[in-house]
């Protein structure tokens, strides 16, 4: 099999292909590293379960025989980001290549020795030139894609402008699309929970690909009971993180991907203070070489700044205040994003509450969020539609096909 073929090529350059990413974007070598390895276990799993998930269904009608079968639609564009340069794509590859469809992937421009490694894997792996390609192109290429009628879907993680852009294009040809956009997630901190335990992993979440992530926790909110505690100890652990050279085991940060995400996020960072938050921690670029951002926390932030209005992609955190769970999950879903949700509580009530009101593709309890080749994976609102992974994300590219025998 192939694409179990496809695993163990993963596994074997693990460390020669996390060095790659880690040289293009910049993220710590061991969280690289730890990324190809999920790409191997996504291959893993389709080659587990595709066939199942794709069998024929029977369904009982008053027919002599119904059931539903699920084909292949051809040929599938992706257009994928830096910031999970092997994920990524490696979640769209290997369900789409199982599930019998043809993968093109265009890949973000300031990685293109990932895109090719990854053709190369596949390659090795035994796929062919008319299974899988990488297409070296700019953006500006991708509406001609679209355009062609060999290619007969898109799926796209990214930015909105980008994804409206790629949906638009498709929607004019009557091509389905799959998006997954940005994401302000909240990470609420409720009065029951573990509050060493909510610091250290919502640290993690904060910075985790030095901040570059759409499912980053961005959105602290705190009930005033414990809010003191939680910023002190929150504080103090983003002051602890090393910051430094991403190929250093020891480095907890590494810098941004490129020199223009430190300016945006800088710029974020201090309209928020000019508007009135209080900075705690950092707020400011780091050395003169590289594209490094201190671990940031802003506090008080008002409803119009951007680090509370905004997407922030890097290590900003900014922190909000709470009375009660109304109004914990009235912040959460004050957002035009809806990727995902991480709440913090052992009162089974508010569990409930929580997974029913925040607006959300996803809620974790007392866990950060992330992505799972096991589970659907997707948002809601601006964030976008359609689900990767799971069962859902191979039958987003099939043709669901009704047959009736009489």
Same mark, same amino acid.
Request: hydrophobic content about 45%.
């Given at each position: @099999?192939?694409?179990? #073929?496809?695993?163990?090529?993963?596994?074997?350059?693990?460390?020669?292909?996390?060095?790659?990413?880690?040289?293009?974007?910049?993220?710590?070598?061991?969280?690289?590293?730890?990324?190809?390895?999920?790409?191997?276990?996504?291959?893993?799993?389709?080659?587990?379960?595709?066939?199942?998930?794709?069998?024929?269904? /029977?369904?009982?009608?008053?027919?002599?025989?119904?059931?539903?079968?699920?084909?292949?639609?051809?040929?599938?564009?992706?257009?994928?980001?830096?910031?999970?340069?092997?994920?990524?794509?490696?979640?769209?590859?290997?369900?789409?290549? @199982?599930?019998?469809?043809?993968?093109?992937?265009?890949?973000?421009?300031?990685?293109?020795?990932?895109?090719?490694?990854?053709?190369?894997?596949?390659?090795?792996?035994?796929?062919?030139?008319?299974?899988?390609?990488?297409?070296?192109?700019?953006?500006?290429?991708?509406?001609?894609?679209?355009?062609?009628?060999?290619?007969?879907?898109?799926?796209?993680?990214?930015?909105?402008?980008?994804?409206?852009?790629?949906?638009?294009?498709?929607? #004019?040809?009557?091509?389905?699309?799959?998006?997954?956009?940005?994401?302000?997630?909240?990470?609420?901190?409720?009065?029951?929970?573990?509050?060493?335990?909510?610091?250290?992993?919502?640290?993690?979440? /904060?910075?985790?690909?030095?901040?570059?992530?759409?499912?980053?926790?961005?959105?602290? +909110?705190?009930?005033?009971?414990?809010?003191?505690?939680?910023?002190?100890?929150?504080?103090?652990?983003?002051?602890?993180? #090393?910051?430094?050279?991403?190929?250093?085991?020891?480095?907890?940060?590494?810098?941004?991907?490129?020199?223009?995400?430190?300016?945006?996020?800088?710029?974020?960072?201090? #309209?928020?203070?000019?508007?009135?938050?209080?900075?705690?921690?950092?707020?400011? *670029? +780091?050395?003169?070489?590289?594209?490094?951002?201190?671990?940031?926390?802003?506090?008080?932030?008002?409803?119009?700044?951007?680090?509370?209005?905004?997407?922030?992609?890097?290590?900003?955190?900014?922190?909000?205040?709470?009375?009660?769970?109304?109004?914990?999950?009235?912040?959460?879903?004050?957002?035009?994003?809806?990727?995902?949700?991480?709440?913090?509580?052992?009162?089974?009530?508010?569990?409930?509450?929580?997974?029913?009101?925040?607006?959300?593709?996803?809620?974790?309890?007392?866990?950060?969020?992330?992505?799972?080749?096991? @589970?659907?994976?997707?948002?809601?609102?601006?964030?976008?539609?359609?689900?990767?992974?799971?069962?859902?994300?191979? *039958?987003?590219?099939?043709? +669901?096909?009704?047959?009736?025998?009489?």
């Amino acid at each position: @099999m192939r694409m179990s #073929k496809a695993s163990e090529v993963l596994l074997a350059r693990r460390k020669d292909l996390g060095r790659t990413a880690t040289i293009e974007m910049g993220k710590p070598l061991a969280a690289a590293i730890a990324e190809v390895e999920k790409c191997a276990l996504a291959c893993r799993y389709y080659v587990d379960h595709a066939e199942s998930f794709l069998a024929d269904e /029977r369904v009982a009608t008053n027919a002599k025989e119904s059931f539903i079968r699920y084909e292949p639609l051809g040929v599938e564009l992706a257009v994928m980001p830096w910031n999970f340069p092997f994920w990524q794509v490696f979640r769209f590859a290997a369900p789409a290549l @199982m599930a019998g469809n043809v993968g093109l992937l265009k890949h973000a421009s300031n990685v293109p020795q990932c895109a090719l490694a990854i053709e190369e894997v596949l390659r090795d792996a035994g796929f062919d030139a008319d299974e899988f390609q990488s297409l070296l192109i700019g953006s500006d290429k991708v509406p001609l894609l679209l355009a062609d009628e060999r290619v007969k879907a898109a799926t796209l993680t990214g930015s909105e402008p980008a994804g409206a852009s790629v949906a638009s294009a498709a929607a #004019k040809r009557i091509k389905k699309s799959v998006l997954e956009l940005g994401g302000s997630d909240p990470f609420i901190v409720m009065p029951s929970a573990n509050v060493d335990k909510a610091v250290e992993i919502g640290v993690k979440a /904060r910075v985790l690909n030095n901040g570059q992530s759409c499912i980053s926790a961005k959105r602290f +909110i705190v009930h005033e009971a414990i809010a003191e505690e939680f910023e002190r100890k929150f504080v103090d652990a983003m002051n602890a993180l #090393k910051i430094g050279d991403p190929l250093d085991e020891s480095v907890d940060v590494g810098p941004l991907a490129t020199p223009q995400l430190v300016d945006d996020l800088d710029a974020q960072v201090q #309209k928020s203070i000019a508007a009135g938050a209080t900075l705690l921690a950092g707020g400011k *670029r +780091i050395g003169e070489r590289g594209n490094f951002y201190a671990p940031t926390v802003l506090a008080n932030i008002p409803d119009d700044a951007p680090a509370a209005r905004e997407e922030t992609f890097g290590p900003v955190a900014s922190l909000f205040r709470v009375a009660s769970i109304e109004d914990a999950i009235e912040r959460a879903n004050a957002t035009t994003f809806g990727l995902g949700a991480s709440v913090w509580t052992n009162d089974r009530a508010e569990i409930e509450r929580f997974v029913d009101e925040i607006e959300s593709g996803q809620v974790f309890v007392n866990a950060m969020v992330a992505s799972d080749p096991r @589970m659907p994976f997707g948002g809601v609102k601006h964030s976008g539609y359609g689900r990767e992974l799971g069962v859902h994300g191979i *039958r987003e590219f099939v043709n +669901i096909k009704t047959v009736w025998i009489e």
